[in-house]
């Protein structure tokens, strides 16, 4: 099945700065992968997601990208402010074999504190 | 629309006690998901359905297990708790196909001692 690595654990920069997380698949044919932003004891929610036809997504602060033949993308945000402090989360999704689904691959996540 | 809700938000239980975790969602969304999430581990795939009477194992489905009757609800039933089943427990809906996004719960904290 599908490997998502995720690196780094953890990542401090200070406002105003730049942030970048990185992930790794291992199932070439992953072709949509999403980044989810969750708050200390609140629910992920999706910020932004790129699919495999695309290099590059971009949503004000945040941009993602994608190179398929390395089969790594990456979370770009920049300007950084103490709310982008969050654990956030990459995916990807395998296209369904069958009648819908929608299955994530989750990498275990990135700490960011944006500090003061 | 509510979205999706989850119950309850806390529980605590013995080992070897069973339970169910609720989960319903008003959107209509034909895929349905149940992830766990522990320290430094992400979130992992326990069961997904897509669509009433349709059910499958994500990747860490030992010692659950789910039914889909309609489409508003995916419960989830520990059949006999572990403490290894301690975790935070979130629901996920979205439409089907891929790459719509997933909604989530705002989660269940359990705890099995």
């Known amino acids: 099945g599908e490997n998502v690595e995720q690196h780094p654990s953890t990542l401090s920069v200070q406002e105003g700065d730049s942030a970048v997380i990185k992930c790794t698949y291992s199932d070439s044919a992953s072709n949509y992968f999403p980044w989810y932003k969750q708050e200390l004891g609140k629910r992920p929610q999706l910020i932004i997601d790129?699919?495999?036809?695309?290099g590059e997504k971009k949503d004000q602060r945040i941009a993602v990208t994608l190179n398929k033949t390395a089969k790594h993308f990456s979370l770009h945000i920049t300007e950084t402010q103490p709310e982008d402090s969050a654990v956030y989360f990459c995916?990807?999704?395998?296209?369904?074999?069958?009648?819908?689904?929608?299955?994530?691959?989750f990498g275990t996540g990135t700490q960011l504190k944006v500090e003061l | 629309n509510a979205g999706v809700t989850q119950t309850p938000k806390f529980q605590v239980l013995k080992t070897g006690q069973s339970m169910t975790l609720q989960c319903a969602q008003d959107m209509n969304h034909e895929y349905m998901s149940w992830y766990r999430q522990d320290p430094g581990m992400g979130l992992r795939l326990i069961h997904y359905s897509v669509g009433a009477g349709i059910t499958d194992q994500g990747e860490v489905p030992n010692g659950y297990n789910v039914s889909r009757s309609t489409t508003e609800d995916f419960p989830l039933r520990l059949l006999s708790a572990a403490p290894s089943q301690t975790s935070v427990y979130f629901c996920?809906?979205?439409?089907?196909?891929?790459?719509?996004?997933?909604?989530f719960g705002p989660g269940t904290r359990l705890t099995v001692t």
């Open positions: 790129i699919r495999s036809n695309v």
């Open positions: 995916a990807a999704s395998i296209p369904p074999f069958t009648g819908g689904g929608n299955k994530l691959t």
């Open positions: 996920a809906s979205s439409y089907a196909g891929q790459g719509y996004e997933q909604y």
